[in-house]
């Protein structure tokens, strides 16, 4: 190889890795999002999940605060005094006593030191005793709120996935119908050339052709709509860019669990659980207030160090110790019926709590019916659908073959290709319909998917 066309050889090499090299980076960063990975994503991501996560850790906190009400408090307190102006006493001039003559005499000291501990312990309190019990239901309310987002967000994000996939599974039918159709025109073509078809025969495959580009279009449209969405639901940027690696795949539920879905949603329900929690808490909330009937009883204690002078001298043998022990008793006489009040509306709060626990109840006695009842029907239909599919195919291959040999009309070949295409749309429909009542399902009776409490890694 002379110079020249090793020159020629590097410059080639070189703008093939120029314009190569983008390309193949652009191919690397499309990564490919599953299901599992996409849940994994949107527990991690989601604003509300984190906020509920915070809640808990501040529903713990009261907790201990709620306990501190219950422990002794020990303070320490001390002070300097320097003594400006010392205060006034109005004695009688005992000197002259008859004249009733005032003397004022000025009393204490021009610098004066004070240090004294202090302790209080609660003996009885009914708010701290009912505080400390209404603080663990709060912590366990909020543990309620955190699963139901939990579960709110993975539906949410399954959803999306499931709703991308269809949509995904329509446009490459949408595909294979046109690639079918332009190879139908083809065969017209050919059979035209050969004076076999008629002119109107070609005009209907040519205008097949043309009628599917729109929809082949529209879809491919509907596709990146649905991956906004599922970015959307997943908490990732719109330059975030990926392909889905999954398919609808029929997966029938158990049928135990449709069995004894109502009795699994009325006792595994968050949001049931969280209401059931707020009555305890409302309840709490009654005792509290009554509480205020009763007494205050606590136990004191102080130890104090004392010290006065006219001069700015202090020693350790300045200082004078005291202390004392004893017991506070309070009790409210009345308070313009405060209490009373306090009482009835707490006791109003359980009552309305009460009735959101029936009412929610009903709601999801009514989900349940309805879920199952689309459960049974896009299972029937996805049943149905696989024969029809298999129908439809063997009837396109035949009028197709016998369109071939004269022997069918091109209108016959577009009903066909026609019932094969609405035939598999009705059934990835009827998947997509299952799988979207099994993940309500999942929601309403509290089950995460196994991949989403594996990474759930913040345990409460």
Not at 57 to 62: G, K, N, T, V, Y
Not at 236 to 265: G, Q, T
Not at 364 to 372: A, R
């Amino acid at each position: 190889m002379n110079n020249t066309n090793r020159f020629k050889f590097l410059i080639l090499l070189i703008l093939t890795t120029i314009f190569i090299s983008p390309l193949q980076t652009q191919e690397l960063s499309v990564r490919r999002l599953s299901l599992e990975e996409a849940v994994q994503l949107a527990m991690k991501n989601n604003p509300d999940l984190k906020t509920a996560r915070l809640e808990v850790e501040r529903s713990d906190a009261r907790v201990l605060e709620a306990w501190g009400n219950a422990f002794p408090s020990i303070s320490i307190s001390s002070g300097f005094t320097h003594v400006l102006k010392k205060p006034v006493f109005f004695l009688p001039d005992f000197s002259d006593l008859e004249s009733g003559r005032i003397v004022p005499i000025r009393i204490g000291s021009d610098f004066a030191l004070d240090a004294s501990l202090n302790a209080q312990q609660i003996l009885f309190n009914g708010a701290v005793i009912v505080g400390v019990g209404a603080a663990k239901v709060y912590s366990k309310l909020s543990r309620d709120l955190l699963s139901a987002k939990e579960l709110e967000t993975v539906t949410k994000a399954r959803k999306a996935y499931y709703t991308a996939l269809l949509v995904h599974e329509v446009a490459m039918m949408m595909q294979s119908s046109l690639r079918n159709a332009e190879e139908n025109l083809k065969n017209v073509l050919l059979l035209r050339k050969q004076g076999i078809v008629s002119e109107y025969d070609e005009l209907r495959a040519s205008v097949q052709v043309e009628n599917l580009k729109p929809s082949v279009i529209q879809s491919e449209n509907n596709y990146e709509l649905a991956l906004d969405a599922l970015r959307n639901a997943i908490g990732v940027d719109r330059e975030e860019n990926f392909i889905i690696s999954d398919s609808l795949v029929f997966e029938p539920l158990d049928d135990s669990l449709i069995a004894h879905a109502e009795e699994h949603v009325i006792d595994a329900n968050p949001n049931l659980t969280a209401v059931k929690r707020q009555i305890e808490l409302n309840n709490a909330a009654v005792w509290a207030e009554r509480s205020n009937y009763l007494p205050t009883i606590a136990a004191f204690g102080q130890y104090r160090y004392q010290a006065a002078k006219n001069e700015f001298k202090f020693s350790t043998n300045d200082l004078i110790s005291s202390s004392q022990i004893g017991l506070s008793v309070s009790l409210n006489i009345f308070q313009g019926l405060q209490t009373r009040a306090r009482v009835e509306q707490a006791q109003v709060e359980q009552l309305k709590s009460e009735e959101q626990k029936i009412s929610l109840e009903r709601t999801l006695k009514t989900g349940v019916h309805s879920i199952i009842g689309n459960l049974r029907q896009a299972r029937k239909r996805v049943e149905a659908q696989e024969k029809t599919i298999e129908t439809a195919q063997r009837g396109y291959k035949i009028v197709t073959t016998r369109y071939l040999a004269n022997a069918a009309t091109q209108l016959e070949v577009n009903d066909a290709e026609l019932a094969l295409t609405q035939a598999k749309v009705n059934r990835i429909q009827a998947i997509y319909d299952y799988l979207v009542a099994s993940a309500d399902l999942d929601q309403l009776a509290g089950r995460l998917p196994s991949y989403a409490v594996e990474a759930n890694d913040n345990k409460y």
